[in-house]
């Protein structure tokens, strides 16, 4: 879209006023809106007596964990440590794009390739799984994930990255369903770890046996 694209090249500078309706003209604002309806149903209330806002607040905490432990040099289920290998992998790969040469697509399915070789490490092992398994995916996280990756959600993503990639490129929108998909693959954490363990499924059956 021309204005649009005359947006984007003046992104860097700010844009006026009327610079800036046009901008809130292009939004897909019924999308987004869904979009911020389901993150709030997925991460707001109770799920089997637990407080979701708190159980999600736990689980997004777990990143620090795990990097206190491997700053501390703690060889543990919960330490990057664990994960040297596919971990050196994951950075090598980040700092090793070019943008002048690599495509929004390339990029995309190369950095999804390596970091779900990382997160099948972290999450599958069966050494660590049930220990990993319960310190993040309770019955909140496990609703939180089937709300917000629901198949009417994926759908309004997809509606909004198209409807706003013109703000910030030329180019023509790249299809990324390749790298999405590997993305929502590792959100089913029963079918992604499947091969290896079935905690993850049994954390499931429990779950929805306490919502019956």
Same mark, same amino acid.
């Given at each position: 879209?021309?204005?649009?694209?005359?947006?984007?090249?003046?992104?860097?500078?700010?844009?006026?006023?009327?610079?800036?309706?046009?901008?809130?003209?292009?939004?897909?604002?019924?999308?987004?809106?869904?979009?911020?309806?389901?993150?709030?149903?997925?991460?707001?209330?109770?799920?089997?007596?637990?407080?979701?806002?708190?159980?999600?607040?736990?689980?997004?905490?777990?990143?620090?964990?795990?990097?206190?432990?491997?700053?501390?040099?703690?060889?543990?289920?919960?330490?990057?440590?664990?994960?040297?290998?596919?971990?050196?992998?994951?950075?090598?790969?980040?700092?090793?794009?070019?943008?002048?040469?690599?495509?929004?697509?390339?990029?995309?399915?190369?950095?999804?390739?390596?970091?779900?070789?990382?997160?099948?490490?972290?999450?599958?092992?069966?050494?660590?799984?049930?220990?990993?398994?319960?310190?993040?995916?309770?019955?909140?996280?496990?609703?939180?994930?089937?709300?917000? $990756?629901?198949?009417?959600?994926?759908?309004?993503?997809? +509606?909004?990255?198209? #409807?706003?990639? !013109?703000?910030?490129? &030329? @180019?023509?929108?790249?299809?990324?369903?390749?790298?999405?998909?590997?993305? $929502?693959?590792?959100?089913?954490?029963?079918?992604?770890? +499947?091969?290896?363990? #079935?905690?993850? !499924?049994?954390?499931? &059956? @429990?779950?929805?046996?306490?919502?019956?």
């Amino acid at each position: 879209k021309a204005v649009v694209s005359t947006q984007s090249a003046h992104y860097g500078r700010g844009m006026d006023r009327a610079q800036f309706d046009s901008v809130v003209e292009e939004i897909d604002w019924k999308a987004l809106k869904t979009i911020l309806h389901g993150w709030v149903k997925g991460g707001c209330g109770e799920k089997n007596g637990k407080d979701c806002v708190a159980e999600l607040s736990d689980m997004f905490s777990i990143s620090g964990r795990w990097l206190d432990n491997t700053f501390r040099g703690e060889d543990s289920c919960q330490s990057l440590i664990r994960l040297e290998e596919e971990f050196t992998v994951y950075m090598e790969t980040a700092f090793s794009f070019n943008m002048t040469t690599d495509t929004v697509k390339s990029v995309a399915n190369k950095f999804m390739d390596v970091y779900s070789d990382m997160q099948r490490k972290s999450l599958c092992d069966p050494s660590c799984a049930a220990e990993v398994m319960d310190s993040f995916y309770s019955c909140c996280v496990k609703h939180s994930l089937e709300v917000t $990756l629901s198949k009417p959600m994926r759908k309004n993503y997809q +509606k909004l990255f198209r #409807n706003m990639w !013109g703000l910030f490129s &030329e @180019e023509k929108v790249p299809n990324l369903n390749s790298a999405v998909n590997k993305y $929502l693959a590792m959100m089913d954490l029963d079918g992604f770890c +499947k091969d290896q363990t #079935n905690v993850y !499924g049994e954390r499931n &059956e @429990e779950c929805e046996s306490l919502g019956a």
